[in-house]
């Protein structure tokens, strides 16, 4: 305000105020609760959270119903139960080979307290847990990626109701999807999956040695070059298998099948070699063809069996999906769209190791229904982000046309 003793009237000078930024947990404020799609419409987010919670009721019951078949089925549990209080894992080992995976494996569940008797709870807290996460850090999930997630959760929820590996493959899992929305996800991917695998699976130190691999050179992948680089990783393990191992490059599954009884758990769909060679370059082909025979596992249908057909309904569209978050994110400088494209390597160097060691289809969909999560987690990172560029972009340019946030996402709800 000027004074008034030089002849001026008093004004009132308004203060400045420039505009604000929106930030990212401003826009996002609107979408903390999850809602269910349908063709691109929301549904009103309590009804969304009905459904998911009885979804979740679906998942968590099927361990406790399903337990005592499941135990005549899978000879995991009776395994087991026969190395506790064996104490035979030799945890401090430093040789890999030293290490028994029941015997380790029985270790760690007997010192969490897991039995025969509670094994349906743990089956039931791991299974909700990694299918109702990944549903809840979408903003808005369409119904064909909802109904994908179930799926992947009832084929879980079965294979978790008896005490198993997979167990503590799940508890990996578990912790990686919680920490998808941190910028530790990858030491957290790493750590987990690696101490994993030199204590229980050793094919998963591969896993992590072929994430850390595809991490590297995120920014160079594109649909045509992860084709090559599968080719080359399967190169690279078939000579490694020959001149240090001395065997060929599907020596485990051949192992397994061998010795495999007719008519046991995945005898029918068991998992032969299309090129049956000792050249490498051959083995490593091969692997590719098996490798896609387990992303698209049409073969399958020749049984028609309900669950083979809920199996060969969703493994495509999961495999589509991670191919798609991983491209579009190698493209994009944002962070958000970059870790979703780290979380998506997670399952597909998975993938690409299945494609050496898996024995048969059911094992496949048993391993691969764990790590499943990991694709909706991706999903859901870069559907967020991209909703928050769409807003950005309507505060700055009201008229500019809109291009529909993760179209990968949302037009899957044509295809519920």
Not at 14 to 25: A, D, G, Q
Not at 86 to 91: E, G, K, P, S, T
Not at 169 to 198: D, H, N, P
Not at 253 to 263: I, P, Q, S
Request: net charge positive; hydrophobic share 55%.
């Amino acid at each position: 305000m000027l004074e008034h003793g030089c002849g001026f009237k008093s004004i009132e000078v308004p203060p400045l105020i420039l505009p604000r930024v929106p930030n990212e947990r401003f826009l996002l404020s609107g979408m903390n609760l999850t809602s269910l799609s349908i063709r691109g419409k929301a549904i009103d987010p309590a009804i969304s959270l009905i459904v998911f919670l009885f979804a979740a009721l679906v998942v968590g019951a099927i361990p406790f119903a399903y337990h005592d078949t499941a135990a005549q089925i899978f000879p995991d549990e009776e395994t087991l139960l026969s190395f506790f209080g064996a104490d035979a894992c030799q945890l401090t080992s430093t040789t890999v080979e030293e290490r028994n995976s029941y015997a380790c494996s029985a270790f760690l569940l007997e010192s969490v307290g897991l039995s025969a008797s509670t094994a349906p709870f743990a089956g039931a807290l791991l299974s909700v847990s990694l299918t109702l996460i990944p549903i809840f850090q979408f903003a808005r999930i369409p119904l064909g990626v909802f109904l994908a997630s179930l799926a992947w959760g009832v084929i879980r929820a079965i294979f978790l109701s008896v005490l198993s590996k997979d167990m503590l493959s799940a508890a990996v899992v578990l912790v990686s999807v919680m920490a998808a929305r941190q910028s530790w996800f990858g030491m957290t991917w790493l750590l987990s999956a690696t101490i994993y695998g030199w204590v229980v699976r050793k094919y998963w130190l591969l896993v992590s040695a072929v994430w850390f691999g595809l991490r590297l050179i995120r920014k160079q992948l594109t649909v045509f070059r992860l084709l090559v680089i599968i080719v080359l990783v399967y190169v690279a393990l078939a000579l490694t298998f020959q001149i240090a191992l001395g065997v060929t490059l599907d020596f485990a599954r051949l192992a397994v099948n061998e010795n495999r009884e007719v008519g046991a758990e995945g005898s029918r769909t068991v998992i032969e070699a299309v090129i049956a060679s000792d050249n490498a370059i051959l083995q490593a082909l091969n692997a590719t063809i098996t490798f896609f025979r387990l992303a698209f596992p049409l073969e399958l249908l020749r049984f028609g069996s309900v669950s083979q057909l809920a199996f060969i309904s969703i493994m495509p569209f999961t495999f589509v999906w991670m191919v798609k978050v991983i491209v579009k994110s190698a493209k994009s400088d944002n962070k958000k769209i970059i870790q979703a494209g780290k979380i998506a390597l997670a399952p597909l160097s998975f993938l690409i190791i299945e494609g050496v060691f898996e024995p048969d289809f059911g094992s496949f969909a048993r391993h691969f229904a764990i790590v499943s999560p990991l694709v909706f987690s991706a999903m859901a990172l870069m559907q967020k982000a991209e909703l928050v560029q769409e807003k950005l972009l309507r505060r700055s340019h009201p008229a500019a046309p809109i291009a529909p946030a993760f179209v990968g996402a949302i037009q899957q709800d044509r295809i519920s």
